[in-house]
């Protein structure tokens, strides 16, 4: 069975954190093993009803290379490394990353030790491109909202009474 380990450190919820969860199940429907790494204390992911996916909470990048398998494995981040932990993980792993916000105002240093990335819209995937980024898939990987209710999700409305 082919393993697939993800990285999400994100501590709020947006999302990014929903395209995580959408590429997760996907991958599990086709057969993979996989874990996520997420940032100690997200709580919300327990909640997400992630049906096979083993999440894993760390403190810290240096934790993710200690639980790594030695073996070359995929790693799939949904958030950007940091340029040092980026490049370690590329020099041993196969090293893929979804882009999720544009590029234009923010730093991609990290993301030029990446094997490949995965723009989630046209726009992300243009503000890649501009800011020199060659390690790009050149078709944007779009969501698919998912609709199902998880548990603990509020049924029939909003608050307040109001029903949609």
Known sequence: MPVCHQINLQTSFGGGEVYTRFFSEALVSLGWDVELFVASGAGFWSSMGM???????????????????????????????????????????????????????????????????????QHVLDSAAGRGLGNIYPEPMYGVADLALRPGAVQGGITGGARL
């Open 51 to 121: 049906d096979g996916v083993r999440l894993r909470e760390v403190a810290s990048e240096a934790e993710i290379l200690d639980a790594l398998p030695a073996q070359r494995s995929l790693v799939v981040t949904h958030t950007a490394a940091s340029a040092a932990f980026a490049a370690v993980l590329a020099k041993r792993h196969v090293l893929a990353g979804f882009v999720h916000m544009p590029l234009y105002e923010r730093n991609p240093a990290g993301f030029a030790c990446y094997h490949r990335l995965f723009g989630v819209s």
